[in-house]
C-alpha cells in the first residue's frame, strides 16, 4: 500500500427515539470517553419525544406558556448548558449531536457552526430548497424568513456535544408556545412544508445530513452503528452508571 493521509472514520450512531434526558446523560459519558480516547468521533443520529429545552442563557421569558402546563402539552423541558435560546424537538426531527474533537479536525468555533449550518443547507438543496446560514441576530438555518434548522451547541476544551435540528415535518403546532430561539416574528417552517418532491423515509434524511456532516469534516468514511450496538452504553448512561 501507498502512503497517504491516514483515513479518518466518522462513527454514526443510529438510535431512533430517545427521551431528552437520556440523550444529554449519554452526551456526558461520551464527552468523557472522546476527551479521554476510549472513544473515536461520532455523531448521534436520533429523534426525540416533545420536549423544550433553554440554552445556558436561561431566557424563560421566550418560553410563552407556563412551565406547569406543558405536560398538558405532552411535552417536556430541560434546562442544558448548550449556547442559543429555547428550541423544541420531537417526533420527525432529525438531531444530530456530534461528538468531536475539533482540534483533530483542525476547526475553530466558528468553521465548526458554519459546518451543521452547510450539512442542513445541502440536504435542503437534494429536495429543491434554497437554504441558507442565518444572517445577523439570526442563528441556524433559514428558508427565506422561515427557519427550517436550529444550532445549539457546547464546546469544552475543544470537544463538541450538543449540535442541530432539522425539520423534516414535525407538528408546528409545538414552536408556536415559544419564540424560537428567540427570534420574534420569524415562522418556522418544515422541509415536507417547503419541498415541491414527495420526500423519502425520514432516516433516508438523517443518513444524508450525517453523510453530509462527514463530507464538510473531511471524514473519509461512516461507519454505522444502530441502537442495538450501542444499548448497553444508552441504557447505562440513561441509568447514571458508569
Not at 419564540?179 to 433516508?204: F, M, Q, W
Request: with cysteine.
Amino acid at each position: 500500500m501507498g502512503g497517504g493521509a491516514a483515513r479518518r472514520v466518522l462513527e454514526a450512531w443510529r438510535l431512533g427515539v430517545v427521551k431528552y434526558g437520556d440523550a444529554l446523560r449519554l452526551q456526558e459519558r461520551l464527552v468523557a470517553d472522546r476527551r479521554a480516547g476510549r472513544v473515536p468521533d461520532l455523531v448521534l443520529s436520533l429523534q426525540h419525544p416533545p420536549t423544550y429545552t433553554l440554552g445556558k442563557r436561561r431566557t424563560d421569558h421566550n418560553l410563552l406558556v407556563p412551565e406547569s402546563s406543558l405536560a398538558g402539552l405532552g411535552a417536556e423541558l430541560y434546562r442544558t448548558e448548550r449556547g442559543g435560546d429555547v428550541t423544541f424537538h420531537g417526533p420527525r426531527q432529525a438531531v444530530l449531536y456530534p461528538i468531536l474533537s475539533l482540534r483533530d479536525i483542525g476547526l475553530g468555533a466558528r468553521r465548526y457552526v458554519e459546518g451543521l449550518e452547510s450539512a442542513m443547507i445541502e440536504v435542503a438543496s437534494l429536495y429543491g430548497v434554497k437554504a441558507r446560514p442565518g444572517g445577523a441576530c439570526e442563528t441556524g438555518v433559514w428558508v427565506g424568513d422561515r427557519k427550517i434548522g436550529a444550532i445549539g451547541v457546547r464546546i469544552s476544551s475543544g470537544f463538541t456535544c450538543h449540535g442541530l435540528a432539522f425539520n423534516i415535518d414535525p407538528d408546528l403546532g409545538y414552536f408556536k408556545h415559544i419564540v424560537p430561539c428567540g427570534i420574534a416574528d420569524k415562522e418556522v417552517t418544515s422541509l415536507r412544508r417547503e419541498a415541491a418532491v414527495e420526500l423519502p423515509p425520514d432516516e433516508v434524511i438523517h443518513e444524508q445530513l450525517v453523510q453530509s456532516l462527514a463530507t464538510t469534516f473531511r471524514f473519509s468514511d461512516v461507519k454505522v452503528k444502530d441502537d442495538s450496538e450501542c444499548a448497553d452504553m444508552i441504557s447505562s448512561a440513561a441509568t447514571g452508571q458508569h
